[in-house]
């Protein structure tokens, strides 16, 4: 039997929440979070999550699932969207994705072979090196061992290269062997899947850089400060701190980061994630892709969703 799912799916600050909200209000659908940071309590205010009562109203399933120091891998993401879904399915609703984590999209329609965990021996292996050698001869050694992932992995990305490197070390096989994405396709699924596209970059990036300050006005960094305090071990090794705007942040409080930069420095990180956001759609098909700033989206969107449910 084939069951049906929706992607909502989209750059950072295009209003993918708000058209959930839509949504989930006109159609029997339940909203399955796709994002690798509201994944983590207490990660509020810098990814953007919804407030308490919000979540009430219009409640999101993998949020506020992992402790900050919990590492979450996309094999644990597509495990449990299938538990959610297969809940969601009984109550005769449809579940809707929605969120800006690729990599996690990718997972739902092809399934990844079975990455090894992350382990502390790993990561700190690949830290002495990176220590001791520097992270040029570490994307050298990358280079050699997995030829197809370092065309995707630029020489600066330390996390990506020293993550490819922890796979091998665990595992003795490179990054790539765990992406054969194409091999099987999901066929157990029909899939809508809408995506938000900006035909105008301007101003998107006004609606991030006016993002970004709200959150700063709002305890972004007091937020950040209060993990700290709550999880002593909390540090850029862990995932969760890594997310764009908390590293910024963390590194503002650890001195690396002037008061007076930091807006400057979360906005183009932001901007920078949008623009492999917006990369990785482009690589995708079978999309239905929109303006989120076009003034009749909402009436368009609500029309291919009851289309869709209707087949």
Not at 173 to 187: G, V
Not at 272 to 277: D, I, P, T, Y
Request: aromatic share 8%; with cysteine; charged share 30%.
């Amino acid at each position: 039997m084939i069951s049906k799912k929706i992607f909502l799916m989209g750059p950072t600050a295009t209003g993918k929440t708000e058209l959930a909200k839509i949504l989930f209000d006109n159609f029997p659908i339940e909203i399955i979070s796709v994002d690798s940071a509201q994944i983590y309590k207490g990660l509020n205010i810098g990814s953007a999550k919804l407030k308490t009562n919000e979540l009430a109203k219009y409640p999101h399933h993998l949020v506020d699932c992992k402790n900050p120091c919990d590492r979450y891998s996309v094999n644990e993401f597509k495990l449990d969207v299938d538990k959610v879904s297969a809940q969601i399915y009984k109550e005769n609703k449809i579940p809707i994705l929605v969120g800006g984590t690729m990599m996690y999209f990718n997972s739902l329609e092809n399934p990844l072979n079975e990455m090894p965990e992350s382990t502390s021996e790993a990561r700190q292996s690949v830290k002495k090196d990176l220590d001791r050698y520097g992270l040029e001869k570490l994307y050298k050694k990358l280079a050699d061992i997995d030829p197809v992932s370092i065309k995707k992995i630029k020489s600066k990305d330390t996390q990506r290269i020293m993550r490819a490197l922890e796979v091998y070390y665990i595992s003795g096989k490179p990054l790539s062997f765990y992406h054969k994405a194409n091999i099987k396709r999901e066929t157990n699924y029909k899939f809508h899947k809408i995506a938000l596209m900006p035909l105008d970059r301007v101003l998107l990036n006004s609606r991030i850089e006016i993002r970004v300050k709200d959150m700063l006005k709002n305890g972004f960094i007091e937020e950040v400060e209060s993990l700290l305090e709550n999880n002593p071990s909390l540090d850029l090794t862990y995932p969760a701190l890594r997310s764009v705007g908390y590293k910024q942040v963390y590194e503002h409080i650890m001195g690396l980061i002037p008061l007076n930069d930091l807006t400057e420095r979360i906005v183009i990180a932001t901007r920078q994630l949008a623009k492999r956001q917006m990369t990785w759609i482009r690589g995708m098909d079978d999309l239905l892709m929109v303006d989120p700033f076009d003034k009749s989206l909402d009436i368009n969107i609500i029309k291919s969703v009851k289309n869709f449910i209707e087949q």
